[in-house]
Protein backbone atom coordinates (compact mmCIF):
# COMPACT_ATOMS: atom_id res chain seq x y z
CA UNK A 1 0.00 0.00 0.00
CA UNK A 2 0.97 3.42 -0.56
CA UNK A 3 -0.61 6.40 0.86
CA UNK A 4 -0.05 9.89 -0.45
CA UNK A 5 -0.92 13.39 0.90
CA UNK A 6 -0.85 16.46 -0.75
CA UNK A 7 -0.72 19.94 0.59
CA UNK A 8 -0.21 23.72 -0.53
CA UNK A 9 -3.40 24.47 -2.70
CA UNK A 10 -4.98 27.68 -1.68
CA UNK A 11 -6.56 30.81 -3.13
CA UNK A 12 -4.26 32.94 -5.36
CA UNK A 13 -4.85 35.76 -8.08
CA UNK A 14 -4.71 35.04 -11.38
CA UNK A 15 -0.65 35.74 -12.82
CA UNK A 16 0.35 34.49 -9.55
CA UNK A 17 2.27 30.81 -8.03
CA UNK A 18 1.65 28.01 -5.85
CA UNK A 19 3.56 24.88 -4.92
CA UNK A 20 1.73 21.70 -4.35
CA UNK A 21 3.57 18.78 -2.68
CA UNK A 22 2.61 15.54 -2.43
CA UNK A 23 4.53 13.45 0.55
CA UNK A 24 4.21 9.26 -0.36
CA UNK A 25 4.56 6.35 2.57
CA UNK A 26 4.16 2.60 2.50
CA UNK A 27 6.73 1.89 -0.57
CA UNK A 28 10.28 2.49 -1.62
CA UNK A 29 9.48 6.18 -3.38
CA UNK A 30 11.57 5.60 -6.29
CA UNK A 31 9.87 2.28 -7.66
CA UNK A 32 7.21 3.82 -8.73
CA UNK A 33 6.02 7.00 -11.52
CA UNK A 34 4.01 9.85 -10.43
CA UNK A 35 1.51 11.97 -11.64
CA UNK A 36 -0.60 14.73 -11.03
CA UNK A 37 -4.25 15.55 -12.19
CA UNK A 38 -6.65 17.90 -11.65
CA UNK A 39 -10.99 18.08 -11.48
CA UNK A 40 -13.00 21.17 -11.89
CA UNK A 41 -15.84 21.09 -10.98
CA UNK A 42 -18.49 19.54 -13.33
CA UNK A 43 -15.56 17.51 -15.13
CA UNK A 44 -13.69 14.95 -15.52
CA UNK A 45 -10.11 14.60 -14.42
CA UNK A 46 -7.94 15.48 -16.67
CA UNK A 47 -4.20 14.97 -16.78
CA UNK A 48 -1.57 17.56 -15.56
CA UNK A 49 1.94 16.12 -15.18
CA UNK A 50 3.87 13.52 -15.07
CA UNK A 51 7.79 12.61 -13.67
CA UNK A 52 9.50 8.95 -14.45
CA UNK A 53 11.26 6.85 -11.10
CA UNK A 54 14.01 8.94 -11.12
CA UNK A 55 12.83 12.05 -12.96
CA UNK A 56 15.07 11.62 -16.12
CA UNK A 57 11.38 12.34 -17.95
CA UNK A 58 8.75 14.42 -17.65
CA UNK A 59 5.28 15.76 -19.74
CA UNK A 60 2.74 18.24 -19.53
CA UNK A 61 -0.75 18.70 -20.55
CA UNK A 62 -0.55 21.39 -23.32
CA UNK A 63 -1.90 23.78 -20.91
CA UNK A 64 0.57 23.76 -18.74
CA UNK A 65 3.20 24.10 -20.54
CA UNK A 66 6.01 26.53 -20.06
CA UNK A 67 4.16 27.48 -16.66
CA UNK A 68 4.15 24.54 -14.89
CA UNK A 69 6.94 22.28 -13.54
CA UNK A 70 6.69 18.93 -11.77
CA UNK A 71 10.00 18.11 -9.85
CA UNK A 72 10.89 15.07 -7.19
CA UNK A 73 12.61 14.52 -4.45
CA UNK A 74 13.31 10.72 -3.96
CA UNK A 75 15.52 11.40 -0.52
CA UNK A 76 12.11 13.08 1.09
CA UNK A 77 9.74 10.74 -0.89
CA UNK A 78 8.12 13.64 -2.54
CA UNK A 79 6.55 15.28 -5.65
CA UNK A 80 5.99 19.01 -6.37
CA UNK A 81 4.13 20.83 -8.78
CA UNK A 82 5.14 24.42 -9.49
CA UNK A 83 2.56 26.02 -10.73
CA UNK A 84 3.38 29.91 -12.14
CA UNK A 85 1.57 32.47 -13.95
CA UNK A 86 -1.74 30.74 -12.89
CA UNK A 87 -5.15 31.13 -14.73
CA UNK A 88 -8.52 30.96 -13.79
CA UNK A 89 -9.15 27.69 -15.66
CA UNK A 90 -6.49 26.48 -13.69
CA UNK A 91 -8.69 26.08 -10.54
CA UNK A 92 -9.75 22.66 -9.95
CA UNK A 93 -8.98 19.90 -7.02
CA UNK A 94 -5.61 18.66 -8.01
CA UNK A 95 -4.37 15.01 -7.14
CA UNK A 96 -1.18 13.23 -6.90
CA UNK A 97 -0.93 9.33 -8.02
CA UNK A 98 1.50 6.88 -8.06
CA UNK A 99 1.96 3.78 -10.66
CA UNK A 100 4.26 1.09 -10.48
CA UNK A 101 3.07 -0.70 -13.29
CA UNK A 102 5.50 0.24 -15.88
CA UNK A 103 9.42 0.67 -15.58
CA UNK A 104 10.40 3.44 -17.84
CA UNK A 105 8.76 6.75 -18.58
CA UNK A 106 5.59 8.48 -17.87
CA UNK A 107 1.95 7.70 -18.46
CA UNK A 108 -0.92 10.01 -18.37
CA UNK A 109 -3.97 8.04 -18.60
CA UNK A 110 -5.47 8.26 -14.86
CA UNK A 111 -6.05 4.41 -15.18
CA UNK A 112 -2.61 3.08 -15.02
CA UNK A 113 -1.85 4.85 -11.83
CA UNK A 114 -2.64 2.93 -8.75
CA UNK A 115 -2.80 4.79 -5.34
CA UNK A 116 -3.75 8.48 -5.24
CA UNK A 117 -4.13 11.45 -2.77
CA UNK A 118 -7.20 13.21 -1.36
CA UNK A 119 -6.78 16.08 -3.41
CA UNK A 120 -5.53 19.67 -2.26
CA UNK A 121 -8.06 22.54 -3.90
CA UNK A 122 -6.54 25.46 -5.99
CA UNK A 123 -8.82 28.65 -6.91
CA UNK A 124 -7.58 31.21 -9.05
CA UNK A 125 -9.71 34.50 -8.85
CA UNK A 126 -9.67 36.48 -12.00
Known amino acids: QVQLVESGGGLVQAGGSLRLSCVAS????????MGWFRQAPGKEREFVAA????????YYTDSVKGRFTISRDNAENSVYLQMNSLKPEDTAVYYCAAGFRWSLGVRTSSRDYDYWGQGTQVTVSS
Open 51 to 58: ISRIGRAT
Open 26 to 33: GRTFSSYA
